[in-house]
T-cell receptor, first 115, second 112 residues
Framework: GAGVSQSPSNKVTEKGKDVELRCDPISGHTALYWYRQSLGQGLEFLIYFQGNSAPDKSGLPSDRFSAERTGGSVSTLTIQRTQQEDSAVYLC?????????????FGPGTRLLVL | QKEVEQNSGPLSVPEGAIASLNCTYSDRGSQSFFWYRQYSGKSPELIMSIYSNGDKEDGRFTAQLNKASQYVSLLIRDSQPSDSATYLCAVNPSGGSYIPTFGRGTSLIVHP
């Protein structure tokens, strides 16, 4: 079956512009995670959605970052007034129900470059 | 702050040797541990998960967990050049959180 998909695969934007990144999880997966990975760094957790529960936004670095998940499926991560330090690979992952020990399946990522 | 520490490397081993990758974690109550492989420019993929003390083997890979010493390791036997990648350790924290903490990863180079 289809894996996690993300779009766009690459995004170049100018400082101060807003960007939207999209994630389409594996069909039937109720848990969805957003991470950020800067060059040579580990994965930085951003936000977690599980079913109809309120999202865990504890990893969002500033109020310029927001995310939503419509209909329990597709998710959009929005970065407003982008800064150069926002340049990174943004990875989305999904798992069946978000249970302890479940495998997370990662999408290919969106490479964001802020000039 | 719950920490997951890995030596960044690179760890260089000859083809056919055993590669040993280590990870330590600070949250003593952690119950779930994962190793991901990430090729350059690609996304992470799960290669092993382990939940109980001891060894877990899957083909050429063996994960070892020691909760008392708070470390988890990954052994790769008969290393191949195709194993060259960054290996990320991930730990699910205690307290009911389902959000794993990732280490920064260890770069492994297997040279012919």
């Amino acid at each position: 079956g289809a894996g996690v998909s993300q779009s766009p695969s690459n995004k170049v934007t100018e400082k101060g512009k807003d960007v939207e990144l999209r994630c389409d999880p594996i069909s039937g997966h109720t848990a969805l995670y957003w991470y950020r990975q800067s060059l040579g760094q580990g994965l930085e957790f951003l936000i977690y959605f599980q079913g109809n529960s309120a999202p865990d936004k504890s990893g969002l670095p500033s109020d310029r970052f927001s995310a939503e998940r419509t209909g329990g499926s597709v998710s959009t991560l929005t970065i407003q007034r982008t800064q150069q330090e926002d340049s990174a690979v943004y990875l989305c992952a999904s798992s069946l129900s978000g249970g302890l020990g479940e495998t997370q399946y990662f999408g290919p990522g969106t490479r964001l470059l802020v000039l | 702050q719950k920490e997951v520490e890995q030596n960044s490397g690179p760890l260089s081993v000859p083809e056919g040797a055993i590669a040993s990758l280590n990870c330590t974690y600070s949250d003593r109550g952690s119950q779930s541990f994962f190793w991901y492989r990430q090729y350059s420019g690609k996304s992470p993929e799960l290669i092993m998960s382990i939940y109980s003390n001891g060894d877990k083997e899957d083909g050429r890979f063996t994960a070892q967990l020691n909760k008392a010493s708070q470390y988890v390791s990954l052994l790769i036997r008969d290393s191949q050049p195709s194993d060259s990648a960054t290996y990320l350790c991930a730990v699910n924290p205690s307290g009911g959180s389902y959000i794993p903490t990732f280490g920064r990863g260890t770069s492994l180079i297997v040279h012919p």
